[in-house]
């Protein structure tokens, strides 16, 4: 198999997406369920729920499990530059060669039963038959958006973890932390624990809870740090997990060391470079209380481009108050603000003799923020988006495994050229 069956099998999953979009509700997921036998029935799985931090914790407990020895497969969402990155066994990607037979069958099977399944829908089901084909002892699974219409919510885990609640999304999972958390709380099943954190509202989950017999472990954290409160949360969980599992002392103390790329990852090139893929109104705050705690005094030149769904006004008033230099761009797959709303925007909000740039290439952006943070001894950061961290890394010079094309949502290239 050449790495060209797989480009083109990746442009028809993206096909998918163009077309079919995102779709909430689990009829197509079912099917798919009882015509592949249930593959997710042959792993023990940990379903991970959240607004933030659900990517964080899914990956500390994953590796603490690799570090105890057992053999681990963990499902996350959106990825950064390459989709296999969303399916890896013991922290290794899923082979091209593998996406390339599984994805085969499964269009294969989509198309002969009728089941318009959608991009996460076929992707969900990419990695559980890749884990059971793979013999893995455990999976820990990421929802994508929400929790009790979303694709991966018909597995039976052994435990449930909701990490925080707060408002994003809310055009799909509601206006108030309350009704998200109704919403996220759909994960909960009959008799399973869930383990929630310090940020979710409580009631909602009590009554849940309390309808399907699900004993509640309440993670209490003071700190505002959300590294420090994502490693309660998987701690917690852990020590749950470690009354049916063999997970040692020094197993747990190096799992919960476990980051992910873009969360909170430090860079030290002419100037310290901050990634984070903050992009909601929490996840901007934590950013910045990370920032003062561990840069504290340091000026602050940010670069960022924000998706048009989330909001901006909130977002851009959690910016202006940690930095007065902005460079601005915008993600390449369609869902970022267009950059000359972004800056009328702005405008409105950065203090007075601030400095705005705007750059219609990201890598030209990058290399420019750069030199000039390096120049008025500032520390850059950048954020907003997971869907500008590709192009950003790559100006940065990282060379890791990449797809010609964004593969998360929509882009603009592909709708124009590749349409037929």
């Given at each position: 198999m050449n790495s060209s069956s797989y480009a083109d099998l990746i442009q028809n999953l993206y096909k998918v997406n163009l077309h079919g979009g995102m779709k909430l509700g689990l009829q197509n997921v079912q099917r798919l369920q009882q015509l592949l036998?249930?593959?997710?029935?042959?792993y023990k799985t940990i379903h991970v729920?959240?607004?933030?931090?659900?990517?964080?914790?899914?990956?500390?407990?994953?590796l603490t499990f690799e570090e105890a020895g057992y053999r681990v497969g963990l499902y996350t969402s959106p990825h950064l530059s390459c989709f296999r990155e969303r399916i890896k066994i013991n922290g290794v990607m899923i082979p091209e060669a593998a996406v390339f037979a599984l994805l085969s069958s499964l269009f294969d099977l989509t198309e002969k039963e009728d089941i318009p399944a959608t991009f996460f829908e076929l992707t969900t089901f990419l990695a559980f038959v890749y884990f059971a084909q793979e013999k893995v002892d455990i999976v820990i699974l990421e929802t994508g958006l929400g929790g009790r219409l979303d694709a991966t919510n018909i597995v039976k885990p052994i435990l449930s973890v909701?990490?925080?609640?707060?408002?994003?999304?809310?055009?799909?999972?509601?206006?108030?932390?309350?009704?998200?958390?109704?919403?996220?709380?759909?994960?909960?099943?009959?008799?399973?624990?869930?383990?929630?954190?310090?940020?979710?509202?409580?009631?909602?989950?009590?009554?849940?809870?309390?309808?399907?017999?699900?004993?509640?472990?309440?993670?209490?954290?003071?700190?505002?740090?959300?590294?420090e409160e994502n490693k309660e949360i998987a701690l917690t969980s852990l020590n749950f997990l470690s009354t049916s599992f063999c997970l040692p002392p020094e197993a747990i103390e190096k799992g919960l060391q476990g980051r992910q790329p873009c969360r909170f990852e430090v860079i030290k090139l002419e100037c310290p470079v901050i990634l984070d893929v903050a992009h909601n109104p929490d996840g901007l705050d934590h950013l910045f209380k990370m920032c003062s705690y561990y840069f504290p005094n340091q000026p602050l030149s940010i670069l960022f481009g924000i998706s048009k769904s989330k909001d901006i006004d909130h977002c851009l008033e959690i910016i202006t108050k940690n930095a007065t230099s902005y460079h601005l761009v915008e993600a390449l797959n369609g869902r970022g603000l267009p950059i000359d709303d972004l800056h009328e925007q702005l405008n409105k909000k950065a203090p007075a003799q601030?400095?705005?740039?705007?750059?219609?290439?990201?890598?030209?952006g990058v290399h420019f923020a750069k030199l000039n943070a390096a120049k008025n001894n500032k520390i850059l950061v950048i954020c907003g988006s997971f869907f500008i961290m590709n192009e950003v890394r790559k100006a940065l010079g990282f060379i890791e495994p990449s797809d010609n094309m964004d593969l998360n949502e929509k882009n603009k290239f592909f709708i124009n050229n590749m349409q037929n």
């Open positions: 036998n249930f593959p997710d029935r042959a729920a959240g607004t933030n931090g659900k990517g964080s914790v899914s990956t500390k407990i994953a909701i990490t925080s609640i707060s408002l994003d999304h809310t055009e799909i999972l509601g206006l108030t932390p309350e009704a998200i958390a109704w919403e996220k709380g759909g994960i909960i099943k009959e008799n399973v624990p869930v383990v929630i954190g310090p940020k979710v509202p409580y009631r909602p989950i009590e009554i849940l809870a309390r309808q399907k017999g699900s004993p509640i472990l309440k993670v209490r954290c003071k700190t505002s740090l959300y590294e601030s400095n705005i740039f705007k750059h219609t290439s990201i890598t030209n």
